[in-house]
Every structure is written in C-alpha cells, then in structure tokens.
T-cell receptor
Framework: GQQLNQSPQSMFIQEGEDVSMNCTSS?????WLWYKQEPGEGPVLLIA?????ELTSNGRLTAQFGITRKDSFLNISASIPSDVGIYFC????????????FGAGTQVVVTP | DAMVIQNPRYQVTQFGKPVTLSCSQT?????MYWYQQKSSQAPKLLFH???????NEADTPDNFQSRRPNTSFCFLDIRSPGLGDAAMYLC?????????????????FGDGTRLSIL
C-alpha cells in the first residue's frame, strides 16, 4: 500500500544530542500523528497535530504540521537512552476515507 | 485505565491450521482496525470496522477474515496460515473514522500479537 516518505531511516546518536526526523507526502493531510514503537510493543501515540503550522510539544518532543499540509517533522531534544525505538508518522490523506497511512519509520539508537 | 488489549501476545500455529487473534477495548470507540506489521516495516492496514460496517482493504488476502460481535471485541481469523503470514498483528481503535476535510481522531494501539507459523 501507499506510504508516507519518512526520513531518515535510522539515526545513531549520542545521549544528549537532538534528533530530527520528517515525513512528506504528495497528498494533503488534515491530521498528522507521531507514534513511537518499542520492540515487541504496539505503537504509542506521542503527538497529534490538527492544523497547518501547528507546533506542539510533549516534554522533550516537538512536532510541527507543515504549512503546505504535506509534511511534518518531529524533534527530540537532549536524547536519553529510553528514547530508543522506531518513530512513525501517520495520518489520513485529506482525499481518503478510512485509510491511515504510515511512514516507514525512523529507528533511533541512543548510545551513552 | 482504558485500553486496547490483545490476546494472546504470542501465538504459534501450524502451516494451514486456522488461528484466531482477539482484541478488546474499553475506550468505547466506534472504529476498530487490524494491521499486519512485518519486521522493520510500517503497519499495513488489513481492514477496519466502523461500528458494524466492515471495510476490507483491496489488497487484503481472502485468507484473512474479521468479526466484530459487539463494540468491545474484534477478532482476526486466518483461515489457512502460510509462512508469509508470520508477523505482528496490531489492533487499533479510534473514536471516529478518518474524515475528509476535517481533523481526525488518532488511533490507539494494542501491544500486538506476534504470530509464528511452524
């Protein structure tokens, strides 16, 4: 099926560094969601964005809904070892009913 | 706490032997989804129920069926599992289905069932 274009595919960073990842699509989105998935667990919702230009924070996480409505980014500041996991962007394209699309995921590895 | 609960967490079945995975929710959400997720890949939507209305993805194999006997429960039936069906199966819920031209409620996921085929 269709996927959002999420990058980078993986990131290896040192504890304390900032992390940035983004998602782009050729379709317009009205909602952008960011999830984190740890091994053997289901995705957990981190941030939901509902308006173009919206900037939302959840602790050390900050996400923005792009002005064009075709992209979104997620930043993690001052990373810690428990930030390890796969981060997915997701959302339903504005022209699609009942179909959430997922990015391929960004695997984050934090080393002490 | 309100949750999406999947049972079992790990399921092993034999090639060709029918298997059923279950999902329950205490969120009272109208929509329940089943996804298949293979290693290092994004979740792939198989189908979803909006209340009692069943919506199948065009590329979901006929081997996969689903039942939703009531608001709280949804089942995934795999009639004749093949080796390629080994994966994590995720159940998710949302209050309403995605809508065109409006903000949408996020999906809430269970912890998944890891299916292995012998």
């Amino acid at each position: 099926g269709q996927q959002l274009n999420q990058s980078p595919q993986s990131m290896f960073i040192q504890e304390g560094e900032d992390v940035s990842m983004n998602c782009t699509s050729s379709s317009i989105f009205n909602t952008w969601l960011w999830y984190k998935q740890e091994p053997g667990e289901g995705p957990v919702l981190l941030i939901a964005l509902y308006k173009a230009g919206e900037l939302t924070s959840n602790g050390r996480l900050t996400a923005q809904f792009g002005i064009t409505r075709k992209d979104s980014f997620l930043n993690i500041s001052a990373s810690i070892p428990s930030d390890v996991g796969i981060y997915f962007c997701a959302g339903p394209p504005a022209d699609s009913w009942g179909k959430f699309q997922f990015g391929a995921g960004t695997q984050v590895v934090v080393t002490p | 706490d309100a949750m999406v609960i999947q049972n079992p967490r790990y399921q092993v079945t034999q090639f060709g032997k029918p298997v059923t995975l279950s999902c329950s929710q205490t969120l009272n959400h109208n929509v329940m989804y089943w996804y298949q997720q293979k290693s290092s890949q994004a979740p792939k939507l198989l189908f979803h129920y909006y209340d009692k209305d069943f919506n199948n993805e065009a590329d979901t194999p006929d081997n996969f069926q689903s039942r939703r006997p009531n608001t709280s429960f949804c089942f995934l039936d795999i009639r004749s599992p093949g080796l390629g069906d080994a994966a994590m199966y995720l159940c998710a819920t949302s209050r309403e289905p995605p809508k065109v031209g409006a903000g949408n409620q996020p999906q809430h996921f269970g912890d998944g069932t890891r299916l292995s085929i012998l």
